[in-house]
């Protein structure tokens, strides 16, 4: 039986790998488009920054790696142009067929280019791939820009710009929405707001932009968001959801039996709407990719869905976020309700600093359905418990009573989330 996969980074790496240990007699295939394989497109902006010297560094494994080690062939500059699944085959461009038995479509995502036109000037740039990376420091080093502009408040955008600020830019962020991260938080935003100003970036919120020409600026980044990549599989007959990403179930498998769809051009269960939702991140592409793999090969595992989990570091200032803010969970028909509180992170005698600490619970079942954390240190722990209480379906009062960990250079007696927790049993009682 043979097994293809479209898409040779992580999440359909993953799946292929995971394929291969679940059946060693497995024929599998992975076809990837582009150049390279294994590409971490999260460190572009540490490379624009200077804190990575070579996109090398950023390609992990290659395609000779996954013939000798793991027994997988990995097609690179092998494009996809049509899936024919009536005849379990592929086209490629320059006419080849490829047939397989099952499928894994992990074509990931493009950044929205709208706002670039469709023919975009040499000083604007996206950031999703290694020429996008190439283009942008070489214009950097060659032209010596002053004045960038970045088209959106996303993770990339906001790590673009202190890319940029860190290289000696004078930066402006323009942001369509009232806040940042795609989070409806409104603190958390002032906050943001504030550590960029203080840094010499501006962030300009509810300022659309719809043309590049809109701005004045040496250099802009396009980084409002990312298109999954779902033409082909929707073209095949293949579901595509309310997200505009491929609909799937939880072992991966979309509306055709036989082919999964896994990363950034797919849809995950939130596990607390439990609803289709759509977070183009690493984490869950990896995730889901091992359970395509482990399906496509015969075994019967399931994607467990996801928090939304995630964080970012700005300007010296760690933020995290899980689950729903306030406004999300009042949008999904809970009855939120949510306590903010400023505690240390260590004890003041260790120079403990402020650590913001938000939880959103609901009114009724008292469950937690989300959480923020922003501060200097800590802040990856911190939000990651959060991540598992939510996983775990716990109430507030089960929260207050985690046994975490204390001593006194790196965490207080009473930790920030424990303070949290509290506040909130107060407001709930």
Known sequence: MRLVVIGGMGAGLSAAARARRVDSALEVVVLEGGDTISFGACGLPFYIEGRIASLDELSIYTPDYFRRERNIEVRTRARVQQIR?????????????????????????????????????????TLNSIED????????????????????????????????????????????????????????TTTVRDELRRAGIELLLNTPVARV??????????????????????????????????AVGDNMETSIAGIFAVGDCAEA?????????????????????????????????????IAGT?????????????????????????????????????????????????????????????????GHEGVLGRIDVIAASITSRLRVEEFEQLDLAYTPPLAPALDPLLVAAHQLLKLLD
């Open 310 to 374: 995630a964080i970012v570091k700005l300007c010296g200032l760690d933020i995290g976020v899980t689950g729903l803010s306030l406004a999300q969970a009042a949008k999904e028909g809970f009855h939120p309700v949510s306590s903010r509180v400023k505690a240390l992170d260590k004890p003041k005698y260790f120079q403990g600093q402020p650590t913001t600490i938000e939880l959103v619970a609901d009114r009724q079942t008292r469950r937690l359905l989300g959480g923020s954390v922003l």
């Open 213 to 246: 020409n809109d701005v004045d600026c040496d250099l802009l980044v396009a980084a409002a968001g990312l298109l999954p990549n779902v033409e082909e599989a929707a073209q095949a007959g293949v579901q595509v959801g309310a997200t505009g990403a491929i």
């Open 269 to 305: 269960r939130h596990i607390v709407t439990g609803r289709p939702a759509y977070f183009p991140l690493g984490t869950t592409a990896n995730r889901m990719g091992r359970v395509a793999g482990a399906c496509a090969a015969g075994a019967r595992e399931r994607f467990a869905g």
């Open 85 to 125: 699944h009536s005849s379990r085959e592929l086209l490629l461009a320059g006419g080849e067929r490829l047939g397989y038995d099952r499928l894994v479509i992990a074509t990931g995502a493009r950044p929205n280019k709208t706002v670039l036109g469709s023919t975009p000037p040499p000083n604007a740039f």
């Open 133 to 188: 990376g190439r283009r942008l420091k070489d214009f950097l080093e060659n032209s010596r820009p002053r004045r960038a502009a970045v088209i959106g408040a996303s993770y990339i955008g906001l790590e673009a710009a202190d890319a940029l600020r860190t290289r000696g830019l004078a930066v402006t962020v323009y942001e369509a929405s009232g806040h940042v991260l795609g989070r409806e938080e409104p603190e958390l």
